[in-house]
């Protein structure tokens, strides 16, 4: 049982340019989204998130989507800088712990 | 470094063997978490713990693990009679009070990579 679902794997951007990254999910009960950002051999560092009752939420160069009916949120980093490369998961919870995570897309920043 | 602190960050272990995995949460936190990320998945829950006392444990396999909390130390998780399945980066999180999603983010330690063999 999928609850949340990162479908690109992997994505590829030129410095400068924007980065969005998707994260679909199936349960209706999850009203505080977060998104973690993971480096090799590192632990996940929180980036930012999103309550329900908003639709954006903004914090330098990232701002996350929050699209409730479609059950769709992204995360867009503009302008995307080396430094970002590394794994971003999305991680939902219904206001628990029990965060629900996705598998992760790997972005990688080209100089 | 008031971080979470792990240790080992990384274990090998013969299938049979015991896997001891410790947690130190950030200063002034209470609550720990303990997450298992698999091969090319993402991190999935296992138990939830306060000093002395095991909240919620519904995502630790019934057989072969544990965790415990103590008054004193680190939290704990173990595994016992380890299998190649158990192959996994262990995640500890803490947080200052429960229900992180609401009040903030949990912090994430550095992971504990235990291969077995």
């Known amino acids: 049982d999928q609850q949340v679902k990162q479908n690109s794997p992997s994505l590829s951007v030129q410095e400068g340019r924007i980065s969005i990254l998707n994260c679909d999910y199936t349960?209706?009960?999850?009203?505080?989204f977060l998104w973690y950002k993971k480096y090799p051999a590192e632990g996940p560092t929180f980036l930012i998130s999103i309550s329900s009752i908003k639709d954006k939420n903004e914090d330098g160069r990232f701002t996350v989507f929050l699209n409730k009916s479609a059950k769709h949120l992204s995360l867009h980093i503009v302008p995307s800088q080396p430094g970002d490369s590394a794994v971003y998961f999305c991680?939902?919870?219904?206001?628990?712990?029990?965060?629900?995570f996705g598998t992760g897309t790997r972005l990688k920043v080209l100089a | 470094n008031a971080g979470v602190m792990q240790n080992p960050r990384h274990l090998v272990r013969r299938r049979g063997q015991e896997a001891r995995l410790r947690c130190s949460p950030m200063k002034g936190h209470s609550h720990v978490y303990w997450y298992r990320q698999l091969p090319e998945e993402g991190l999935k829950f296992m138990v939830y713990?306060?000093?002395?006392?095991?909240?919620?444990e519904s995502g630790m396999p019934k057989e072969r693990f544990s965790a415990e909390f103590p008054k004193e130390g680190p939290s704990i998780l173990r595994i016992q009679q380890v299998v190649r399945g158990d192959s996994a980066a262990y995640f500890c999180?803490?947080?200052?009070?429960?229900?992180?999603?609401?009040?903030?983010?949990?912090?994430f330690g550095e992971g504990s990579r235990l291969t077995v063999l």
């Open positions: 349960n209706s009960m999850f009203d505080y």
């Open positions: 991680a939902p919870t219904s206001g628990t712990y029990k965060y629900i």
């Open positions: 999180a803490s947080s200052p009070s429960a229900g992180a999603g609401i009040t903030g983010e949990l912090f």
């Open positions: 713990l306060q000093k002395e006392n095991i909240i919620d």
